[in-house]
């Protein structure tokens, strides 16, 4: 198993940051990486991980809906949402970077996702459920974007002062 890399936690400027497309001259460094983002995010454990998450700022996403039962690691290099869904859905949503902090999002119900695998060659995916909110979460991240910003300021800013709260009592000074 690859070797996990540390996870930002907000506040960190880097989660705030809108993240560079991957070029055919990154293809070399993401043959490390992409392994030590899946170890990162099995070990967490999550379900998704953004390269921004592990301080790296390219647009590259890896995700595991099903590691326990069915591991169906996948990678997304570049991707955009290419069509989305009026229909909206409410779920509950958690992020590594915001560690025992979950609210209620809501979010087109299904997307169409465009991107890139690590040979360069062009997918997408039809994605509803569970699948169609991480990936949206995930490629949030490649634009700097949290799942607390789709929240009212009066619940971002609850969730955001509860996870400051809850590091000054774990790290006193
Ligand atoms: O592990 C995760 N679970 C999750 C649940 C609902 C919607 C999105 C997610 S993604 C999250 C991992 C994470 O922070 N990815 O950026
Ligand atoms: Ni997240």
Known sequence: MSDTLPILLVPDARLKARA???LAEHAPALSDLVPRMFATMYRAPGIGLAAPQV???LRLVVVDL????KPTPIVLVNPEIVA???????REEGCLSLP???ADVTRPSRVRVRHLDLAGAAHEIDAEGLL???????????DGVLFVD?????KRNM???????????KEPQ
């Open 20 to 22: 560079r497309p991957v």
């Open 55 to 57: 301080g790296v700022p």
């Open 66 to 69: 099903l590691p326990e039962e």
């Open 132 to 142: 169609a909110a991480c990936l949206q979460h995930e490629l949030d991240h490649l």
């Open 159 to 169: 969730i955001l002062r509860r996870l400051a709260k809850e590091k000054r009592l």
């Open 84 to 90: 989305a869904s009026e229909e909206t859905t409410t």
């Open 150 to 154: 789709h929240l009212s300021p009066l």
């Open 100 to 102: 025992g902090q979950y």
